[in-house]
């Protein structure tokens, strides 16, 4: 078996996080035609909507200030105004595809992200709801969840929430050290945090989230080791640890500080494995890639009866065959692929207004992706994939890559299928990479965050 600091260095490359499969950049995009896109949309809908109903997932945009980590699609402003026409856009893109459905929708799930969902007032929040949710009949195992921001999320927002039947929350913790949280431009105390969530649990949310990054400027293992102990002191349900994405290249913000106050490959992993060490002491569970959660959580039990899901919101507890994604860079997917959004606010919100949907690209999955999907979500959800599925694939080409791997301890393999180890699960996206057949003919221009 090969050594720790060996494999962090060999398996320290740009790798996809595999929400998605084929992922964004290797969407085929020139061949994708909207109007096939409608025709699939309507062909998915009618079978999901009879047999699981549907996810939908809301992107609002919109933050007052950037934090310089992130490399979501956001829209920086103060001004408020905005939130008006933005909700306007929004009931209009869904009636259009009221237009596509032939029957009232059954909303499953429901996940509202961004930028910052609660930038958006109580009331505006409360009427975006009340215009959706009017429009569609919910499911009565119904799961929605929203992002909330610490600073910014007022007991009044819960209230609409707790009105709406949302029993999820996650709010954007980081990291809760100063010099950390200056370097990104992130600034929230703990009382912060802890306010949130003492006003989540006394309206009954069931499942409080943190997302938790590490390899950000100046972490060390003694500040992640306290920004642990506050945030345990809390308990949250769920908690995402992370890997911090640089991609200066696309996220020109990033370039508020030095590569040289980034931790390097094995020092960074040494902060992802303080943080693992104390979640697995006190109790959580991990789950897949970089979360964790407490064994009553619903998340932990999905993975416990092979539920567990995973696409574009992340890890799910719930799985429909349909996610229709509103609002600016949102991603729609159905069995026959992808597509997503125009991503500038404007452009969005001016297509939708006048009538049309908003999707700018997307992707039709060909009979090889679907394999090659099912595969990747099997290893990323189970950590175990039947070698029946691999068999599928014609003229599969990484075995030998697979074999490396079973020596170096990162999996066993054998005629029924190959099992990820508990080392494996640290290079999880490296093996899932290894049934990516786009990944073989990338080009050489980096797209993607390193694996560790």
């Known amino acids: 078996m090969t050594d720790y600091a060996t494999l962090l260095k060999k398996y320290d490359v740009p790798v996809p996080r595999y929400t998605s499969y084929p992922t964004v950049p290797h969407w085929q995009i020139d061949s994708f035609d909207a109007s096939v896109w409608q025709q699939k949309l309507s062909m998915a809908f009618e079978k999901s909507n ?13 933050c007052e200030s950037l934090c310089t980590y992130c490399a979501c699609n956001t829209r920086i402003t103060k ?53 959706l949710l009017s429009r569609m009949e919910i499911h009565p195992e119904h799961e929605f969840s929203l992002e909330g921001h610490p600073n910014n999320t007022l007991p009044e927002h819960l209230d609409v929430l707790q009105k ?25 105390p703990f009382e912060n945090v802890k306010r949130v969530v003492e006003e989540s649990r006394v309206r009954q949310f ?10 950000l400027p100046f972490q ?23 890997s911090y994405a640089h991609v200066p290249w696309l996220k020109p913000g990033q370039r508020g500080y030095e590569d040289a106050d980034l931790p390097g490959d094995i020092r960074k992993r040494t902060l992802y494995d303080t943080g693992r060490s104390r979640l697995l002491s ?25 539920k567990l899901h995973r696409n574009f919101m992340g890890y799910t507890t719930t799985y429909t065959d349909m996610l229709i994604g509103l609002g600016s860079s949102s991603i ?73 791997m079973q020596t170096e301890g990162l999996l066993h393999m054998n005629n029924d299928g190959i099992r990820i180890t508990p080392l494996g699960f640290t290079f999880i996206r490296n093996i899932c990479q290894c049934f990516d057949a786009y990944q073989e003919a990338a080009t050489e221009r980096v797209v993607f965050s390193k694996a560790i």
């Not at 394999?371 to 003229?395: A, W």
Request: hydrophobic content about 35%; aromatic content about 10%; proline content about 4%.
């Open 164 to 188: 709406h039947g949302f029993k999820r929350i996650s709010f954007g913790v980081q990291d809760l050290s100063k010099q950390v949280q200056d370097a990104i431009h992130r600034i929230q």
């Open 282 to 306: 006190a109790g959580y569970v991990e789950i897949g890639m970089d979360h964790f959660a407490l064994p009553h959580d619903t998340l932990y039990k999905a993975q416990q009866l092979g």
């Open 332 to 404: 729609s997917e159905t069995p026959y692929g992808y597509a997503q959004n125009l991503k500038v606010v404007e452009e969005y919100e001016r297509t939708v207004l006048e009538g049309a949907l908003p999707v700018t690209k997307g992707h039709l999955h060909t009979h090889d992706d679907l394999l090659r999907k099912q595969i990747i979500l099997s290893l990323s959800c189970r950590g175990y994939v039947e070698m029946e599925k691999i068999k599928l694939i014609p003229d599969f080409t990484t075995m030998d890559t697979l074999q490396t």
């Open 206 to 215: 069931n499942s409080i989230s943190f997302d938790l990054v590490y390899g």
């Open 50 to 62: 009879a047999d699981k109903g549907i996810s939908l997932y809301i992107h609002l945009p919109f």
């Open 79 to 131: 001004n408020h105004g905005v939130e008006e026409r933005y909700i306007q856009a929004l009931l209009a893109e869904w009636a259009l595809y009221e237009g596509i459905f032939k029957t009232k929708p059954i909303l499953r799930e429901l996940h509202i992200g961004g930028g910052t969902p609660t930038f958006f007032s109580p009331e505006n929040l409360d009427k975006l709801l009340t215009g």
């Open 220 to 242: 060390t293992v003694s500040s992640i080791a306290e920004t642990m102990k506050q945030v345990l002191s809390l308990r949250p349900d769920r908690i995402s640890f992370y």
